[in-house]
């Protein structure tokens, strides 16, 4: 059973409709995930509110009276399909027993809709864009370490390493070597962010391995702050240059990468 699977079956959790078995991998994967179990939590926050402030008892006075006012005239009480259509009025128009001992009223509402908010609010929201993108970045740095498959080009000349992209992308690259400022370049290769096909530049730091994802940007801007971001141990930097994206990942510190970062923008701007 997979996550959709299993957000599709906290409902049924709650209200108890689930076969033994099914609850047993549900409670397991909530045990493990975090986004269901905060969706889990907003359910039954939602409910308990439901239950206990969007309907009001009658009070026991007045319901004992509505019973004895109905026992006295038993011919005057209403076929059931009725029972439910009155127990949406006021109190002050119900007259059979059958108008039930609960009625939502204008608290019982707004309870309601201060419920749907509060669960709207506890629902984990979905990512934004950058944080996907930051986290499709990171995830193709660490595959590309796994497999050891860093460069489809290994070498540490600029005038190489840009010409290998040709034919192979839509765009050149930007490509700088920095090994004067101790960041030689390693090589390139294709690689797939953002729904298209990019490049990936492979520098080094000493034991370190920096990969620089570059595509079009689609909105010409000045070269700004780049953004830093901080994911599983890993440093990534986004920013613009040369009419590009470019966004840097490694586990080099954070002032190490963003003077990388600095160098390559300085690079673009001469």
């Known amino acids: 059973m997979n996550h959709q699977e299993i957000q599709a079956r906290l409902s049924a959790l709650i209200d108890n409709e689930l076969p033994p078995q099914e609850v047993l991998v549900v409670e397991r994967h909530l045990a493990d995930c975090a986004e269901c179990r905060q969706a889990h939590t907003a359910m039954l926050v939602m409910q308990n509110w439901l239950q206990r402030d969007a309907f009001q008892p009658l009070p026991a006075e007045l319901a004992e009276q509505l019973s004895a ?4 005239t038993p011919q005057q009480q209403p ?4 029972v439910a259509q009155q127990t949406l009025r006021p109190a002050n128009r119900t007259r059979t027993k059958w108008s039930g001992w609960f009625w939502p009223g204008f608290t019982g509402l707004g ?20 944080t996907q993108l930051a986290q499709e970045v990171l995830s193709g740095h660490i595959r590309a370490l796994q497999a050891a498959h ?8 600029q005038h190489t390493v840009k010409p290998w992209f040709a034919g192979k992308l839509d765009f050149s690259p930007p490509v700088h070597d920095l090994a004067s400022a101790g960041f030689p370049l390693a090589g390139g290769r294709l690689d797939y962010l953002n729904h298209r096909p990019v490049a990936a530049l492979v520098y080094r730091y000493k034991l370190h391995v920096i ?3 570059v595509w079009p940007a689609t909105e010409v801007a ?6 830093v ?3 599983q141990g890993y440093q990534l930097l986004a920013w613009k240059q040369e009419g590009m994206n470019c966004w840097a990942v490694s586990d080099l510190n954070a002032a190490d990468l963003q003077r990388f970062a600095g160098l390559l923008r300085a690079a673009g701007a001469t």
Do not use: C, H, K, W
């Open 111 to 130: 309870g309601a809709l201060a419920g749907a908010l509060l669960m709207f609010m506890l629902l984990p929201q979905p990512p934004s864009s950058q």
């Open 69 to 72: 006012e109905v026992d006295r």
């Open 222 to 227: 000045a070269n700004a702050t780049p953004l």
């Open 211 to 213: 990969n620089v994802y």
């Open 150 to 157: 860093l460069s489809d080009v290994i070498s540490t000349d």
């Open 229 to 231: 971001q901080t994911q």
């Open 79 to 82: 076929e059931p399909p009725r």
